[in-house]
């Protein structure tokens, strides 16, 4: 049973533009989510996080949304650049600061020049 | 510092098997977590380990066991390999102990299992 779903395996953005990464949760425990960038043979690396106390959470580039009534979140990155493709994987967790994360099954994003 | 390092990064076993994969925490790291990722799928949690003691567990079978050593460093053993073991094995290591690192895990590159 996937509790972490992304649903797009691969989006294709313009070099400049705007990039928008879903992900969708059935499991109300969750508190905290997170996602993680993965290169080709690289292990995944954090990238951004939000506690489901907060709707919204930036860092430079990145914004994590999160609508909780939903149980959706969205990663925006702007303006995306041809180093940013990866593929991103949404996780979740049911303690904030847990180690059992939940993980989505990733989408690969392709920023072309 | 240095990053989390696993070994070996690629083997092949036969069904039946038994396996042992390796992980180095980065420094000053003192909790170690498994997950497997299978082809086309995310990261799956195995068990963390936490002053060398397991402290939390996925939905593996038994056969899934792990080690962790004084020096932070863990082992993970899979006895009775089955073809459905064959997968990326990642190791990932935080300081947060029993209350985690707020999910900050820092993650090796992996042990690529294949069981033929």
């Known amino acids: 049973d996937q509790q972490v779903k992304q649903n797009s395996p691969s989006l294709s953005v313009q070099e400049g533009r705007i990039s928008i990464l879903n992900c969708d949760y059935t499991?109300?425990?969750?508190?905290?989510f997170l996602w993680y960038k993965k290169y080709p043979a690289e292990g995944p690396t954090f990238l951004i996080s939000?506690?489901?106390?907060?709707d919204k959470n930036e860092d430079g580039r990145f914004t994590v949304f999160l609508n909780k009534s939903a149980k959706h979140l969205s990663l925006h990155i702007v303006p995306s650049q041809p180093g940013d493709s990866a593929v991103y994987f949404c996780?979740?967790?049911?303690?904030?600061?847990?180690?059992?994360?939940?993980f989505g099954t990733g989408t690969r994003l392709t920023v072309i020049p | 510092e240095t990053g989390v390092t696993q070994s070996p990064t690629h083997l092949i076993k036969t069904r039946g098997q038994q396996v042992t994969l390796r992980c180095s925490s980065q420094?000053?790291?003192?909790?170690v977590s498994w997950y497997q990722q299978a082809l086309g799928q995310g990261p799956q949690f195995i068990f963390q380990?936490?002053?060398?003691?397991?402290?939390g567990r996925g939905n593996f079978p038994p056969r899934f066991s792990g080690l962790q050593f004084p020096n932070y460093s863990s082992e993970l053993n899979v006895n009775a390999l089955e073809l459905d073991d064959s997968a990326l094995y990642l190791c990932?290591?935080?300081?947060?102990?029993?209350?985690?690192?707020?999910?900050?895990?820092?993650f090796g590159e992996g042990s690529r299992l294949t069981v033929l």
């Open positions: 420094s000053g790291h003192n909790t």
């Open positions: 499991n109300s425990m969750f508190d905290y």
């Open positions: 380990y936490y002053r060398e003691e397991e402290n």
């Open positions: 939000i506690s489901s106390i907060k």
């Open positions: 990932a290591s935080s300081t947060g102990g029993l209350a985690g690192a707020g999910g900050e895990l820092f």
């Open positions: 996780a979740a967790s049911a303690q904030t600061g847990a180690n059992n994360l939940f």
